[in-house]
């Protein structure tokens, strides 16, 4: 797991100030040990010994209780990452609403589904069952709705849950654990492990665990799908996105780039499927780029804990430093600025790029931070094209006027989500997950319970 990208050591600092608040000691060897064991028999004792509905109940006071402590935890986030508070608070409810969605759909996702024989008498089924105990490792973004989508599900299922938050947000995995047992989970049955990554590598390799789920970067996906397969366990990677907002007709081009500003600078664009590559038709491209970067440059960016900032800090120094180096490497490779480009700590004014070709490195990475890439394209198929001339593929989105071409277009994205006309419109009824080096796997919605279930058939003569 040495490849990962992430610190081993448990802190709490405020990227806007740089002050270290307050830290967390790693989990000792034998600590871990302890938490597989109680998880496991957790799992096989009291987990399994519950129904459905029993356990959809506690999912909806644990929704119930990030509704109730929305304030702390939208705090305990501009603390740790420099997320707006507004867009803090707005994560705590779309959790409820995950939860909530759970709570009130698991028993229907994970009833009986007959199977219709194709000759024999008798009864056919497939009964959806836990696996056991299923590992998550959450990224710092979106530090409570990550583990929303993750845990929710799996405990519906009855699955025993295994929590590494990122290192950065030990007190949203403390505040977290607290309201799993607060709404009448046993210890065990939701358990935070402030572990290191090589830690993690024995916690999958271990018997008693059956999956991993993991969100972060191509990196971290990476070295957790090499020791997940090298010890057949079923894996979920949700990694990182460089989505494209493909403009080819509107209607109202003010709105449109209202849209496109809401896309790419939602929690300071780094957020995976943040729109990060504007595909603009060439009649529009002028009125767009001049627009656009208008709007770009007159977000106000500040003080994360204000109701009026609309765009704080970058999480930490390490990501700072990281855009930084893209940033000037686009530069040096041709990329023209429109407008942005400063930095001051770890804030980044939002910044404008054009004229990236497939020769610039900007080209083909994820820029996770405030920086979009602005494209000319001649027709719908060059759109298409580019925007599929990418490692990625998560989300994407598609401004048109017209139906049909809206209907071509997004069958021809290669991306697992395409949103037409629309941004920000994510839901916990709407599955989530990409394709390429997006990751695999789906989150949310029916289909983010149906991963780490045994699908067992029952075939009665």
Known sequence: MSEQAVMSDYAVVNPATGEQIKTYPTITDDELKAAITLAYETHYGWLRSTTVADRAALVRRVGELHSERREELGAITVREMGKPIEQALGEIDFCADIYGYYADNGPDLLKDEPIKLLAGEGSAIIRRSSMGVILGIMPWNFPTYQVARFAGPNLVIGNAVLLKHAPQCPETAEALQQIYLDAGF??????????????????????RVQGVSVTGSERAGAAVAEIAGRNLKKVVLELGGSDPFILLSTDDLDATVESAVAARLDNAGQSCNAAKRFVVIDELYEPFVEKFAAAMSGTHSGDPTSEDTAMGPLSSTTAADRLQDQLDRAIKGGAKVVTGGQRDGNFFTPTVLT??????????????????VVYRVGSEEEAVKLANDTPFGLGSYLFTTDSAQAERVADKIDAGMVYVNIVGADGAELPFGG???????????????????????????
């Open 435 to 461: 394709v390429k080096r997006s990751g695999s796997g789906r989150e949310l919605g029916k289909y983010g319970a149906d991963e780490f279930v045994n699908k067992k058939l029952i075939r009665v003569g």
């Open 355 to 372: 004229d990236v070709t497939p020769k610039n490195d900007a080209y083909r990475e994820e820029l996770f931070g405030p920086v979009a």
């Open 186 to 207: 046993p210890e065990g049955a939701y358990v935070n492990i402030y572990a290191t990554n090589d830690q993690i590598a024995d916690v999958i390799a271990d018997p």
